[in-house]
């Protein structure tokens, strides 16, 4: 039932219970299932990758819940991906899904996932970067990514994504903290979600600002955008929507989009050696735990012990 | 200036300013300097590492900071490490060490220090632990670590924290999300926040309930105490300080600290050695980068390619 060839095969036929096994298989790729990737990723390339990032309490959820209608009534097929772990949507893989996002919930063309820590180290952009590949190969034209724009997932995602939006709302410390936190140097498009309070003009002319700022510092001829929204009230969604299309024309035309795909897929290659290279560690680190913990009580040789450690690892790769 | 043994001799001296710098040291650990830990640590696993978790929101920071009071009233050293990323603390390294906590800035007994992200996979659990032999070392009794209860980083830490505090508020819905993130089964304390609201009796009574239920499915002779706070007023916080220590008499007396302390050394050399690892891959992936590029492009032979890399890894690191 998981041989994942079949699930393949089901989840390209539209069966999201076999897609939603794949992704399970992704999201724990080990030594004896990384072959999946290569089986699945040959005829991908195509999807839009738009990696969404933002402060809790901007109203992301919202955002991308309409977001998602927008694009499908564009007729696009649309996949989410949240590895924000104080989102609705990811915490999520518990509840999430099945709350704030329930409108798509029976809609065909959409698929929302979220990726949970399963205590793995680098698993969290593994899993996401595994799941593009997934989304993109079974024809979903969309597919967003969901961040809460700190940790190393997020950089690794915004660092692939084809574009990338950052979400903000009124109201003057958390745009300087974003700005201190470097947010606001990655966009393609920015957002002053919640712009039916009083206070967005000022945001907004800021965000304008800090657009006109990256154009000058960026090579190529895209201009940061900045859109207006409320999420809430549904207004400026179709805008953004329309947006962000005009970024990914952009990337299409100027070859940004290769060079951001190749880029993935060799993220995705060091993602999956890492994953092997750990795996092997921890084999090497049960077998010795009982000598390790005896050296290390006092730390004495500590230096030692995790080069051993390492030699070890490296012995077991090259056999 | 930054030689690690005269930061050593320095930060041991009581110099601020040189422990801070050894701490960055910790944060950028690699093959060059991981000797420092070796130095560092040989002296230390006296104090007392308490992990406090619990969802943005539930005052987390302010708990904390009147916590530390609390504790220097009791003359320990206290040092507080931040590894919650939408921590006012934590972000912190930005803005948060100088506003929250700004009431400790100027008490030579107290060191706050939130560890940041520098892009390392499986950084901050690694720069967390180091600093806790640092702090260790340094003499400081109580070492608490703030994470958000999620994600890798965050196990870890609870894992191998003497005492875990579980902080929790008024709000059923809170306490069921939380209740399936798995979050109410590591707690030693469990602490109900805000218990002036109104509603903080039904929560306090369900706290209770949880940890009854604990302390059934548990061995040793510990039972989860659940204690009534109000950081805002600075009520309760007594109580907790004196629950905590009480707790650490027992991991004392049960020989759990020592096992405790080995766990954590040992999960500090699979670190050290997992970044040696990465280290080595990044360096081959370096060299590496235009063929495999070409060869992933349309991931046609991208499994081939990771295991070549693992391999080549695994080469560099016996020669």
Same mark, same amino acid.
């Not at 509840?95 to 820590?117: K, W």
């Not at 140097?185 to 003009?201: C, F, L």
């Given at each position: 039932?998981?041989?994942?060839?079949?699930?393949?095969?089901?989840?390209?036929?539209?069966?999201?219970?076999?897609?939603?096994?794949?992704?399970?298989?992704?999201?724990?790729?080990?030594?004896?299932?990384?072959?999946?990737?290569?089986?699945?990723?040959?005829?991908?390339?195509?999807?839009?990758?738009?990696?969404?990032?933002? +402060?809790?309490?901007?109203?992301?959820?919202?955002?991308?819940?309409?977001?998602?209608?927008?694009?499908?009534? +564009?007729?696009?097929?649309?996949?989410?991906?949240?590895?924000?772990?104080?989102?609705?949507?990811?915490?999520?893989?518990?509840?999430?899904?099945?709350?704030?996002?329930?409108?798509?919930?029976?809609?065909?063309?959409?698929?929302?996932?979220?990726?949970?820590?399963?205590?793995?180290?680098?698993?969290?952009?593994?899993?996401?970067?595994? +799941?593009?590949?997934?989304?993109?190969?079974?024809?979903?034209?969309?597919?967003? @990514?969901?961040? @809460?724009?700190?940790?190393?997932?997020?950089?690794?995602?915004?660092?692939?994504?084809?574009?990338?939006?950052?979400?903000?709302?009124?109201?003057?410390?958390?745009?300087?903290?974003?700005?201190?936190?470097? @947010?606001?140097?990655?966009?393609?498009?920015?957002?002053?979600?919640?712009?039916?309070?009083?206070?967005?003009?000022?945001?907004?002319?800021?965000?304008?600002?800090?657009?006109?700022?990256?154009?000058?510092?960026?090579?190529?001829?895209?201009?940061?955008?900045?859109?207006?929204?409320?999420?809430?009230?549904?207004?400026?969604?179709?805008?953004?929507?329309?947006?962000?299309?005009?970024?990914?024309?952009?990337?299409?035309?100027?070859?940004?989009?290769?060079?951001?795909?190749?880029?993935?897929?060799?993220?995705?290659?060091?993602?999956?050696?890492?994953?092997?290279?750990?795996?092997?560690?921890?084999?090497?680190?049960?077998?010795?735990?009982?000598?390790?913990?005896?050296?290390?009580?006092?730390?004495?040789?500590?230096?030692?012990?995790?080069?051993?450690?390492?030699?070890?690892?490296?012995?077991?790769? @090259?056999?």
């Amino acid at each position: 039932m998981s041989d994942p060839s079949v699930l393949i095969e089901r989840a390209k036929a539209g069966d999201k219970r076999a897609l939603g096994r794949l992704l399970t298989l992704l999201e724990e790729l080990n030594a004896d299932n990384a072959w999946i990737l290569e089986r699945l990723s040959s005829e991908g390339g195509r999807a839009h990758v738009v990696g969404i990032t933002g +402060m809790p309490g901007a109203g992301k959820s919202t955002l991308i819940s309409r977001l998602v209608r927008a694009f499908r009534d +564009m007729s696009y097929k649309v996949a989410v991906i949240s590895i924000d772990p104080t989102s609705p949507i990811s915490s999520g893989s518990i509840m999430g899904d099945r709350l704030r996002m329930q409108e798509h919930a029976t809609d065909p063309g959409v698929f929302i996932r979220s990726v949970t820590n399963r205590g793995i180290l680098g698993g969290v952009s593994l899993a996401a970067l595994a +799941m593009i590949e997934a989304f993109d190969v079974m024809g979903y034209d969309k597919i967003i @990514v969901e961040t @809460v724009g700190v940790g190393q997932s997020e950089t690794d995602i915004m660092n692939v994504a084809d574009t990338i939006v950052v979400l903000t709302m009124p109201g003057a410390g958390d745009d300087v903290q974003a700005l201190k936190a470097g @947010v606001f140097e990655i966009g393609d498009v920015y957002v002053v979600n919640k712009s039916d309070r009083p206070d967005a003009a000022k945001t907004y002319e800021y965000m304008l600002f800090v657009a006109e700022k990256e154009a000058l510092g960026r090579g190529g001829s895209w201009r940061p955008a900045v859109v207006k929204t409320s999420a809430a009230l549904g207004l400026g969604i179709r805008e953004l929507a329309e947006t962000i299309n005009r970024h990914f024309s952009y990337v299409l035309e100027s070859g940004e989009k290769e060079r951001r795909l190749i880029a993935r897929r060799t993220h995705l290659v060091r993602l999956v050696a890492a994953r092997l290279l750990l795996q092997s560690l921890s084999e090497v680190m049960e077998g010795e735990r009982e000598r390790v913990g005896k050296v290390v009580r006092d730390m004495r040789g500590f230096y030692d012990e995790a080069m051993r450690i390492v030699r070890l690892t490296g012995k077991r790769l @090259v056999e």
